[in-house]
Nanobody, 124 residues
């Protein structure tokens, strides 16, 4: 079992920045990759970004490319740097990890572990 804990959500004005962090504990040697999804009220949970532990490849949703950056922070942590935030980025952001292979980074069903979520609100 892998346990994920997110931090770093909050409120920001349009154009601002936030950094989300996620720390994994437990059977972390099983992890192939970690990522972030988000879910706005009344909408489906959607892929945001992911990072392969094996290849260091980064994956992004088109709408966040050039604004968000996912990175590995040490052995068992990942962060999401979010710049130029817009109101449409407002959502609860969930950290997730996969121990499955093969793994499709954008496929929610391929992830095995989820954090509790951290809210991000972008408004003026």
């Amino acid at each position: 079992q892998v346990h994920l804990v997110e931090s770093g959500g909050g409120s920001v004005q349009p154009g601002g920045s936030l950094t989300l962090s996620c720390v994994a504990s437990g059977r972390t040697l099983e992890i192939f990759g970690m990522g972030w999804f988000r879910q706005a009220p009344g909408k489906e949970r959607e892929f945001v970004a992911a990072l392969s532990w094996r290849t260091n490849s980064e994956y992004y949703q088109d709408s966040v490319k050039g604004r968000f950056t996912i990175s590995r922070d040490g052995e068992n942590a990942v962060s999401l740097q979010m710049n130029l935030l817009q109101p449409e980025d407002s959502a609860t952001y969930y950290c997730t990890a996969t121990s499955s292979a093969p793994w499709s980074p954008t496929n929610r069903a391929d992830y095995d572990y989820w954090g509790q979520g951290t809210p991000v609100a972008v408004s003026s």
